[in-house]
């Protein structure tokens, strides 16, 4: 075994995981904060996120295409992609708790579930035929922008490039700003009212139902971003791409305990580095018995090992269990 | 309120059951209608791959139908959704074997699914040609139905690793996507490059579609001369753009799978210069390809998927069975049988080049290509170079 | 036409009519969808007619072992639905048990699925040459039916193996697990082709052994030629009949047990349940086991029944899949998962696949609609590739309208009813 090797690219290793986990928590920001007020896996969100990433690609390939892209600095274009696809998202979100989560409201909570199953469905062929007729295509590719593909080379074997380090800022930016939302603002601690118990809330003459909307307004946001930073930093996206993210953000906001926003970003990165490690020391350290196929078992049991230990994920559950 | 609703829900039924067709009858004027089916994933990750079989068949059904209308019969394609799923595809198989005037299935894209749905087509010995199926097994099953245009990844596998053995290669990193088609393709590259002398020095399967810095930090640190990605454009795109991105300097090589323009447009100057093998001629090469990439586009307003042109060869040398079948029955529709043995009989030169069956139904020699990519513009993906040709046999079937 | 179920001699009539007039239907128009599912109905509406349990038990057996394997001689394409149905079912109980009655959100069932398809398909081909030496595989045909026993020991197994370290956890936590569980077997399935190749990776086994035609002799002894091709769908018909006709039992059965009772406690109060004396751990890990052990019966009878398995066929999409047959069925209610399974397959197998057949059909024959075309339709709106989204629509609207379920639990219902049969 080339103990060099695997020294060596320890660091990149790191790195690697850390952006991967920051891209998982943002997108489970979103799960976790319709969890906390609901106590509902929103399974939808995946497709969220994927129509966030869609309205990115489709702005920046109109400005590619009017020629903008190279006259306005791409830090201002990407503000601009980030804001647009977060609002499309979140009105996007909004709109499908009010068809189809809202009338199932109080209803048992799996059924809400199959709901959301079924908007998922619903949401990932609706966006492939409006690609399909729109730009008949079915991958679509994120337009390079230069000076965003730079990469620092902080030793010889270890570079970072730009989009990653505006994904870490971002994920730590809408963290804090999430968190300072729910814990300080009189908007956060309504939310928080409702989550613990909504008919006292609604005693206290909190709108419930415009609380709920907020929160799926600043989930599915959250979603939206994520999506814009996962298509500037993957490029490639296509209507069927949320899946597998969403998913593992989904696992990771368990992991850190659902409905917890701290919890969920720890759940990311926990995950993130996993699968980081995983998918590159598996093959040397075994030898090529075993390769980097096996980071989802790998990371799949030690969540489930972690659940042994600590049944309310990492950080715990802050929802109140309720009779 | 609850008979109401009986109620409403009788007369949809109803309206339901008058709107949909007892279908089936044949229009009095004509022979009988003839029909070519189509099974590949519609919907789904493999949408688009699947829509490329359809609309290759739809095309050659549409431009070469006319020796069969002469003949006074009425041709028509229908398409099934097998959603890449093998359950899907065999009770769609049973489908159309139960509707007798299916003579041809043109399909599937997935190995997976074309195994089990064949057997149920080899039970009225429905002629299959698959254009994209190249899991070994799919013929080694010796069944009379079962044929494919397509070459196998037993021998697709070799040719790279030779041409990569020509260039002076002397260690490559192997990556696969865990299909039946990417990991066969990368088994059969690794054990003749190493047969050959090329020290592999990774042998990797990923499901993974987005993120491949993981796997790419040891590949950096590790230096191949050589990467080799078994699987489909979609997924080795963005592998071969990070990888680039990172810094990794290696050449770049893989299957059939990368033959689309959209390998440039998602990885742009990453893969220029990039090497890949293919059974399918460059349309310098084959100049009717040209012109069904130029009818495709214009008909369907894209460019021809990958297995878009197999899929027309496919259903051209169906459509010449299927008459040749026809006449020899006396200008009556033929049975199921004699499609398919007609099928074996057939010589086509088609937009891939002359196929001609073997015994249990490879291309008896099929061309291989090794091509370079020309350029970073999609639009010129038409000029990649053929840098290699070669002409190999399927192996003979290995009796058990 | 309630009323008129809901008394004997008419329900009688009305039933027998229908199922007679459909069935010919079928015979008369074999490639029509409408006809089949007209004949589906049928069955359905025999299921809710009022009569005498021993006139409606032989007369749904009568439908089911005569009528159906008739029509399916028809047309071949609707014996297979029907032996999807059945695989369907069996799964759809099976998952019942465990979030139906026993309320633990499992994300992954396929997984017990898979493990009951790959112990027939690795010892039932050659591909246990592999890795074990003697060169005994394929295993002679009827190591099938030992095998089907095995199967569900296997996946009860692999349940209890999952079951014991997650009891602790419950809800979602739970459900994340056990979705983790599924991609891991997968994942396995797909990988181990290497160090030692088990499952063949991704290239899946194939040929799987098909259970015997034990009856061979006794066919030839009438006087019929057994042609494999007819033969196969129908025993196979018969085998899922079979497997789904005693899974009914044991979950008819179980559901009134003392363990029944437990799961149903547990589901509705766990705390209250265990300050009643159930024992939760015990009564989990059985509910695990049980459900799994139908999934193990029916993934053997999958593998033998396509010849050829590979882990395409056990993907997540296939949990969700079993997942909203139950609830779209009815939670915990048996014909609701049965009418569930059915509902689910007959839509994704028949009505969207029929509909799209026949919208093509239109535009091949060049119908207009207020002058329009069909033909200029663009191939983007086929309506071939939206199946899923009319699936997930269907899913909303039902969750919207009736979130209970199509059939949903009658034991409220019949508590009420009559006191008498409740008797613990």
Known sequence: MDFELLIGIFPQVLLDGLILGFMYALIALGYTMVYGVLEFINFAHSEIFVV???????????????????????????????????????????????????????????????????????????????????????????????????????????????????????????????????????????????????????????????????????????????????????????????????????????????????????????????????????????????????????????????????????????????? | MRNARLRIALVALAAFALVLPWSGETPAQSKGTIKIATQSPLSGGQAALGEGIKLGTQ?????????????????????????????????????????????????????????????????????????????????????????????????????????????????????????????????????????????????????????????????????????????????????????????????????????????????????????????????????????????????????????????????????????????????????????????????????????????????????????????????????????????????????? | MKRLLSQPVPAFIISVGLLGVTAYAVSHFPRSIVAFMLFQASILVLYFARMSAWVKGPLAALTLIVLMPVVGSINGYYLEIAIQVGIFVALALGLNIVVGLAGLLDLGYVAFFAVGAYTWAVFGSPQANQFLAGGLFPLPQWWFFPFLLLGVGMAAGAGILLGLPVLRLHGDYLAIVTLGFGEVIRVLANNLDKPINFTNGPKGITPISRPPIFFDPALRAVGIEPDPNVIYPLYLYFLVLAIVGVTILVNRRMEDSHLGRAWEAIREDQTAAQAMGVPLVRSKLLAFACGASFAGAVGVLFSAKQVFINPESFTFMESIGVLAMVILGGMGSIPGAVLGATVVTVLNLQVLKGLSLWLNELRNAGTTIFGWSLADLPTQLEPAKYERMVFGLILVLMMIFRPQGILPARRRHRELADGSGEQP
């Open chain 1, 52 to 323: 966030g990433a869609f309205v990115g690609v489709e702005i920046l390939l109109t400005f590619k295409a009017l020629g903008w892209l190279d006259l306005v600095s791409p830090f201002l274009v990407l503000l601009l992609v980030l804001l647009v696809g977060m609002l499309a998202s979140g009105l996007l979100a909004v709109s499908v708790e009010r068809i189809a989560y809202r009338p199932l409201r109080g209803a048992p909570r799996l059924i809400p579930l199959i709901s959301a199953i079924g908007v998922s469905f619903f949401l990932q062929d609706a966006v492939r035929l409006f690609e399909s007729i729109w730009r008949n295509a079915f991958n679509l590719v994120y337009p390079t922008m230069e000076t965003l593909n730079f990469r620092f080379n902080l030793t010889e074997t270890i570079d970072v490039s730009v989009k990653s380090l505006v994904v870490i800022v971002a994920s730590l930016l809408m963290l804090w700003g999430l968190h300072a939302l729910v814990n300080r603002t009189k908007i956060g601690t309504a939310i928080r009212a409702v989550a613990e118990d909504q008919a006292t809330a609604s005693l206290m003459g909190i709108n419930v139902n415009r609380m709920i909307s907020l929160t799926f307004l600043i989930g599915g946001a959250m979603g939206g971003a994520a999506g814009v930073l996962f298509g500037v930093q993957y490029s490639l996206i296509n209507p069927y791409t949320g899946f597998i993210p969403g998913l593992k953000a989904f696992t990771a906001a368990v992991l850190g305990g659902i409905g917890n926003i701290p919890g969920a970003m720890l759940g990311g990165l926990v995950l993130g580095l996993l699968e980081a490690f995983a998918a590159s020391y598996l093959s040397l350290l075994t030898g090529g018995a075993f390769g980097a196929e096996y980071k989802d078992i790998f990371a799949f049991s030690i969540l489930i090992l972690i659940l042994i230990f600590r049944p309310k994920g990492l950080l715990g559950e802050v929802v109140r269990e309720r009779a």
């Open chain 2, 59 to 400: 095309l050659a059904i549409d431009k070469l139908k006319g020796p069969l209308e002469k003949m006074g019969f009425k041709v028509e394609l229908v398409p099934f959704d097998d959603q890449a799923k093998p359950d899907v595809g065999v009770a769609n198989a049973a489908n159309i074997i139960a509707d007798k005037d299916i003579l041809l299935v043109v399909g599937h894209l997935n190995s997976g699914v074309a195994i089990p749905s064949s057997e149920k087509y080899k039970e009225s010995q429905l002629a299959m040609i698959s254009p994209a199926n190249t899991n070994p097994t799919v013929t080694d099953r010796n069944y009379l139905n079962v044929s494919r245009v397509c070459g196998r990844d037993d021998v697709q596998g070799s040719v790279g690793a030779e041409f990569a053995k020509s260039k002076g290669i002397k260690s490559a990193y192997v990556i696969h996507d865990k299909t039946t088609y990417g990991q066969g393709v990368a088994e059969f590259f690794k054990a003749d490059a190493e047969k050959k002398g090329i020290k592999v020095i990774g042998f990797e399967g990923t499901e993974e579609k987005s993120n491949f810095d993981p796997i790419l930090t040891p590949i950096k640190a590790k230096n191949p001369d050589l990467i080799y990605f078994g699987g489909i454009y979609d997924q080795a795109a963005p592998f071969f753009k990070q990888a680039r991105e990172k810094g990794i300097k290696a050449t770049f090589m893989g299957p059939d799978g990368m033959d689309s323009s959209d390998l440039t447009k998602i990885a742009g100057t990453a893969v220029k210069g990039m090497f890949y093998t293919s059974v399918a001629g460059p349309v310098t090469v084959y100049k009717d390809a040209a012109a069904f990439a130029k009818e495709y586009k214009e008909k369907f307003k894209k460019d021809p998927e990958p297995f878009a042109a197999q899929a027309y060869d496919s259903a051209a040398i169906g459509l010449k069975a299927i008459e040749a079948a026809a006449k020899a029955a006396g200008g009556k529709v033929p049975s199921r049988e004699q499609v398919s043995v007609a099928v074996r009989k057939t010589k086509h030169t088609g937009l891939t080049g002359a196929v001609e069956f073997d015994e249990k139904g490879d291309p008896k020699k099929a061309l291989y290509f090794v091509l370079q990519v020309a350029s970073e513009d999609p639009a010129k993906w038409g000029e990649n170079k053929p840098i290699k040709t070669l002409t190999i046999a399927a192996p003979p079937l290995k009796k058990s």
